[in-house]
């Protein structure tokens, strides 16, 4: 079902007595990227996947930043649920869920239904203040591209970036396709607004929280496999995957998650 309310746009699908997987994109992303894995865990789960601001189905929300962003997702979560849920987030996704599950958010009640864990795929918890400044600018740059380029010209360069390393050239062209429907003034927003260097180191923070929290990391994303394994977190490393483990190794990706939730 698609949601028509001024709540964020969201696809369900699943079991409604079965506990909740609440997954959120990455940057450029919307609830179809998640479809792979959907199928499989809707048989066992009830599976929401949510658009974020700027993106599919909420293009039409704007970004403003990560507490925004929280209140509108928690919004959904609170208007489509009422089962046990466990965030499930990657990259940009894997960021804000961070935020949510750390502060105050679905943790401590502030949504009406439970908050029962925390699956991370290769989310960044947070620069330490000095890099941040070298961050933004950063950021701004691809911002200020998106904003004034062809979106297919700025994504050639986007997908270059190291952290896209493991992917062939086919795999590249296919991604710049998929994320050309993107409106490039929303991205730059979105990127501005959530921006590394706008994020609270959240490591600490994660390490205490009382709900479950497991980071799941591509044994060929060196970045954030290095993260991973000095986290203080539990982690698993996926074989022959890179940054976007659920898209590049679907099964193993269901695999873990059924794994982290059955004994809860």
Not at 179 to 199: E, F, H, I
Not at 214 to 221: I, Q, R
């Amino acid at each position: 079902m698609q949601n028509c309310s001024e709540r964020l746009s969201y696809s369900l699908q699943g079991q409604a007595d079965k506990p909740a997987l609440v997954f959120l994109h990455g940057l450029l992303g919307d609830h179809r990227d998640w479809q792979p894995v959907i199928e499989e865990l809707s048989k066992e789960y009830l599976c929401l996947a949510i658009d974020l601001p700027g993106h599919g189905g909420s293009q039409h929300f704007e970004a403003v930043g990560f507490g925004d962003t929280r209140n509108k997702v928690i919004a959904t979560i609170s208007e489509t649920l009422s089962s046990p849920f466990w965030l499930v987030g990657y990259s940009l996704g894997a960021r804000i869920a961070m935020y949510m599950a750390t502060h105050c958010s679905c943790s401590r009640g502030v949504t009406s239904v439970p908050f029962a864990g925390l699956i991370i795929e290769n989310g960044h918890p947070g620069l330490p203040e000095p890099e941040r400044v070298a961050r933004r600018e950063h950021d701004e740059k691809w911002a200020v591209r998106f904003e004034n380029e062809p979106i297919v010209d700025v994504l050639q360069d986007w997908y270059q970036q190291p952290v896209f390393s493991s992917l062939n050239h086919a795999q590249r062209q296919s991604l710049i396709v998929k994320r050309s429907d993107n409106l490039g003034t929303k991205v730059a927003s979105m990127l501005r607004a959530t921006s590394l260097s706008q994020q609270d180191f959240l490591g600490d923070l994660l390490r205490t929280l009382p709900a479950k929290v497991h980071y799941l990391c591509g044994e060929k994303d060196n970045k954030f496999l290095a993260l991973a394994m000095h986290s203080g977190l539990s982690y698993s490393i996926v074989p022959d995957a890179g940054h976007n483990i659920h898209a590049e190794q679907p099964k193993l990706f269901c695999q873990l998650v059924r794994q982290l939730i059955e004994p809860h």
